[in-house]
């Protein structure tokens, strides 16, 4: 039983999507962790290693095309991966000649959509990120016995940052800083110390963003991300800066936003449902596939990937050349 595994990038956060419906059984949840865990070391992992793994496998609702699930590298489970999802439409549409469908996740049905290429040869589509919750309970937040984190200082993290708690609905802790604090090491410092699974204010982890704001409608947003560390970029991240850069920075709703990460650029738009602090963002960027590895089930399951190679395509060529000029 051979095994195809897609890989894949959104600002270069990149993933192996890994279509289960192609297998003549489902991967335990065991086995599930531990291949991703394999696959994803950069050293010793699968052609390079990768941030995670995008599971796919048939959803049970109605009308829906697929149901992804985001196993981080290091095993860890999340509800939503805002890169990943592109990736993963782009896969699905692709499979099932679909422009405009939905994807079931943990917690909701989102619509996603081939959107306009953000420049030749960028396959570029749109996702919706859903629910938002600003509960502490959400966010599996412990700070102070705060019901919501908006713009406050946790001094036990810094005397001089203040950050708000969001979940997208993974969690998300953001702060604004200037251009120093952006490339400096205290996301590392903080960031870290949030996803040591010993802290008392996010026993879960909490993927922590730092954004400098560019201009109106333009942010550079730099993600630590819980069971990973540094990735190129985070999509829900992204979204989640773009909402609290709308409610305390004075971006605007409705309009586009530009996100400039590491590994790129992605759009934004923040939306408010009725106007009743009811958020959701959608999510437009690349989605590029670098290529596709083939190998057994028995060699996946047993990590042998000595042996294996990535038959690329030619799409980290033309993104590269879209990054290189932006
Ligand atoms: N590390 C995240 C999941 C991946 C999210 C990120 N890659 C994205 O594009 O949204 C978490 O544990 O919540």
Redesign the pocket.
Known sequence: MNVTLTKVH?SE?DFFILDQTQLDRQLTENELKQVTQNVAKRSGGLVGGA??VLSVTQSEHPGVAGKMR?I?ADG?E???????IRTVARYLGEKQQQETFKIETMYADLMVKHAPSLAPGIATYQAEISPVSFAAADLKMHVADLSELHHKKIPALSQQLYFTAVAVP??HLIGFVDHTTLLGPELGRIASYLNDGANPYFPD?V?VSFVEVLGQNHIFVR?Y????GF?N?????M?AASLITVLEQGADFESPITVRNPGGVVKTLVHDRSAAQNYWMELIGNATFTGVVTLSLADLLAANFADVELQKTDEQTAYQNFVANL
């Not at 999340?78 to 990943?84: H, K, T, V």
């Open positions: 959104g956060n941030d995670g985001v981080n860890s999340a509800s939503m991966c805002g890169n990943g993974n969690p982890g993927n993600t991300e819980r069971g990973v990735t970029a985070c999509g829900t991240g979204s």
